[in-house]
């Protein structure tokens, strides 16, 4: 492994030269020199992730790397799914020193992990059941979210932050039961606490949350209590974990999909895959001594493929966000109701200038592009409407989609145990490791516990022990919060002024931008736009800026106008309708670096409009016959007949019956 690191660095071109060959995975090692073992090995790892000249192999070299993979010569670990949890089992296992491929069949984390709330939960709702259930095994858990909850931060900090998240309390038991319940929390975190929990009057949460209501289910608030949990941007932070295990040395490929599992007729042991390649229609076979199926919500469509009959260990449910305008939420506050009359969550927070909301999930069907329900928004419209002095609209989803958790039980568990929402590891076919269910948050953990199994399973001989808990994602190392301001001040970006392009000041929101979405990496996307005339706004009002398009698809491999809009920046999921109209110029640029000829660009676009009409804002929004006779009648006639705040409420229903 360590000697195709080495090819790599050389070029691309070497190592597809040599792969052709067959030869370059036996040449001689030159990694007995520079590999030791525990800290330095460490130290080795840190230095190659942020070596400030890296660039991930290419496409093309990863893919000659796996199809150099013989049944003769296999990888250690073929890792499938290039969600959270199969980049980090690729990280983990690459930096162990062992031989990795990863395949995603779309994109990273086009799945359930772009697709999140985006909090780094602690476990706060563990904790409740531990206090009240006496149950040790909760509080366990509650310990084991807080641990990772600080690691995920503090290797990822540019993506990563601590979010204040207000509690609001109708009548005093509630203030005295969340006041009590958060001091206990802040307790149990002791040193990975992120800041302490208090109390604020209703008065001083209102001037911390301006659009809180001060009335909720017929009772005045009487205060809140504001605790801190984490919140990132989940699919810069995937894409993150899957260029951090290639520039370890894992040969990960994404439009990649496993179409059928490669077994052993004798033992039985599945000994790779076949997959094929959605970018050229190539089809070829990978070997390994382990495979790892970390596909999600899909997992057990490849247990299937070793064994027709498997028994499903998949329990999905899907979740709805919406996407709302700033002036919903403060920029600094989230809002997080655990319990509405109806007995659900609903939550507001902000996120990238907009704010996020939504509820507890529902049971689901899996698919491959899940989208949300027109009843399932208006259920997160009313919901929120109870909380808030905001007339909520319909017509401000700028908006919405919809994911899939993967909820699992272990098949090798006896019978009957509850779902859990902890992971599960199992090998219930020789040579096929199953890692799934668990959560973004501790995606590192189930990566170690997955690729402990996978050494036991394949008797693989790694270099050193796991070093993820210390290892920070590219762009992280050496990161600061005022980073942001080197950026502002060292680089001009060229802006469109009365008709003309004219160089201009990096302004400071492009700056922070940058600096979040590319930590010390930022610097070579400003170079760019600075550089190559790409310093323009891809769309009016947010952030992001033409160089990006070209710095993703040099060195993340965005290989889709899709990956842009969805993973690389977030604009599908801030505002539909921006990243519509952003879609002509991605297109140009992509097309630039790829060399793509008229009709993959028609294509491209034409895939892409098709993929933001699962994204149901209120423009995309189409309303079904029978919702939209059934809120006529159900809404605007209870609407008339009930209080002013619900009737702001229902107006929305007659905004959209004007929008048809
Ligand atoms: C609505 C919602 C909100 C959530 N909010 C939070 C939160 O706030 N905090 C938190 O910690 N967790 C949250 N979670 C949980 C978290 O998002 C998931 O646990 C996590 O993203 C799962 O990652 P994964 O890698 O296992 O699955 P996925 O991200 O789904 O990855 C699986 C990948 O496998 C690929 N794949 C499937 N079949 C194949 C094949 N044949 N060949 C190749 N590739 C294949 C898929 O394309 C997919 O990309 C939330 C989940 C949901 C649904
Ligand atoms: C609100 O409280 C008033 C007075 O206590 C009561 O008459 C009314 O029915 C209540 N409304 C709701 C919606 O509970
Ligand atoms: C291989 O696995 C299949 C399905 O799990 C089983 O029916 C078959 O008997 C196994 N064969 C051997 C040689 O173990
Ligand atoms: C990629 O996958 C899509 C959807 O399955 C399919 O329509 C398309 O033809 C594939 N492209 C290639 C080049 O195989």
């Not at 050193?464 to 950026?487: M, R, Y």
Request: with cysteine; net charge neutral; proline share 4%.
């Amino acid at each position: 492994m360590a000697t195709a690191i080495h090819l790599r660095r050389l070029g691309a071109a070497a190592v597809v030269a040599t792969a052709a060959s067959g030869a370059f995975l036996l040449q001689p090692s030159l990694s007995a020199s520079d590999r030791g073992a525990g800290s330095s090995s460490l130290g080795a790892v840190r230095q190659r992730i942020s070596d400030p000249n890296a660039v991930v192999p290419s496409r093309a070299a990863q893919e000659a790397a796996l199809i150099g993979a013989s049944a003769a010569n296999p990888l250690d670990i073929l890792v499938i799914g290039g969600g959270a949890t199969g980049c980090g089992v690729a990280l983990d296992a690459t930096t162990r020193g062992l031989r990795v491929g990863l395949v995603e069949r779309e994109d990273f984390s086009s799945g359930t992990s772009s697709r999140s709330t985006k909090l780094i939960h602690g476990g706060v709702r563990y904790l409740e059941k531990a206090v009240f259930n006496l149950d040790y095994g909760q509080l366990k858990l509650v310990f084991h979210a807080l641990e990772e909850r600080k690691q995920v931060i503090d290797n990822a900090p540019h993506l990563c932050h601590a979010l204040p998240c207000m509690t609001p309390c109708f009548d005093w038991f509630e203030v005295v039961y969340y006041w009590m319940g958060l001091k206990m929390y802040d307790l149990v975190a002791a040193l990975r606490l992120l800041h302490v929990s208090r109390y604020y009057s209703a008065q001083e949460s209102v001037e911390l949350f301006p659009t809180l209501a001060r009335k909720g289910n017929n009772k005045s608030l009487k205060g809140t209590v504001v605790y801190y949990d984490g919140q990132m941007n989940d699919a810069r932070l995937n894409v993150g974990l899957a260029c951090t295990a290639a520039l370890a040395g894992a040969a990960v490929l994404n439009h990649a999909e496993v179409v059928d599992l490669l077994k052993d007729e004798a033992s039985n042991r599945t000994i790779g895959a076949r997959i094929r390649d959605n970018l050229s229609g190539k089809e070829f076979n990978t070997y390994a001594k382990v495979v790892v199926n970390a596909a999600g919500p899909f997992c057990d469509s490849l247990r299937k493929m070793t064994d027709q009959d498997a028994k499903p260990m998949i329990c999905p449910s899907s979740g709805v966000h919406i996407v709302l305008p700033d002036y919903y939420s403060p920029e600094g506050m989230g809002l997080i109701v655990p319990k509405t009359k109806d007995g659900r969550v609903v939550f507001m927070l902000p996120w990238l200038g907009r704010t996020i909301a939504g509820t507890t999930d529902s049971n689901t069907p899996i698919t491959l592009l899940p989208e949300p329900h027109e009843d399932e928004i208006q259920f997160i419209l009313d919901a929120i409407c109870d909380y808030l002095n905001v007339k909520v609209r319909r017509t401000d989803v700028l908006s919405a989609w919809s994911g899939i958790r993967p909820l699992a039980t272990d098949p090798s568990a006896k019978s009957t145990e509850s779902i859990s929402r902890d992971h599960v590891v199992c090998e219930d076919y020789p040579g096929l490791v199953t890692i799934t269910g668990g959560k973004w948050t501790t995606y590192r953990g189930m990566a170690e516990d997955a690729v402990n199994a996978a050494i036991k399973s394949g008797k693989l001989t790694p270099e050193n022990g796991c070093l993820t808990s210390k290892l920070q994602i590219v762009g992280g190392d050496g990161w600061d919060p005022a980073s942001f301001t080197v950026i502002a001040q060292q680089y001009v970006r060229m802006k469109n002024s009365h008709g003309k392009v004219v160089p201009g000041v990096m302004d400071t929101a492009a700056a922070k931008h940058l600096s979040h979405a590319y930590g010390t990496l930022a610097e070579r996307v400003a170079a760019i736009a600075q550089n190559e005339n790409l310093g323009k706004r891809l769309a009016h009002g947010y952030p992001f800026l033409e160089a990006e398009v070209a710095y993703c698809a040099r060195n993340e491999y965005c290989e889709s106008a899709i990956d842009f809009i969805a993973r690389r920046s977030r604009l599908a999921f801030l505002d539909t309708d921006a990243a519509s109209r952003a879609l002509p110029r991605v297109i140009e640029i992509l097309a630039t670096e790829h060399n793509w000829d008229d009709s993959r660009q028609k294509y491209e676009l034409e895939k892409a409009k098709e993929f933001l009409k699962t994204f149901k804002s209120s423009k995309n929004a189409q309303f079904v016959h029978s919702f939209f006779t059934g809120t006529l009648t159900g809404g605007i006639f209870s609407g008339l007949n009930s209080g002013a705040k619900e009737y702001a409420c229902h107006t929305q229903h007659m905004v959209i019956v004007t929008h048809l």
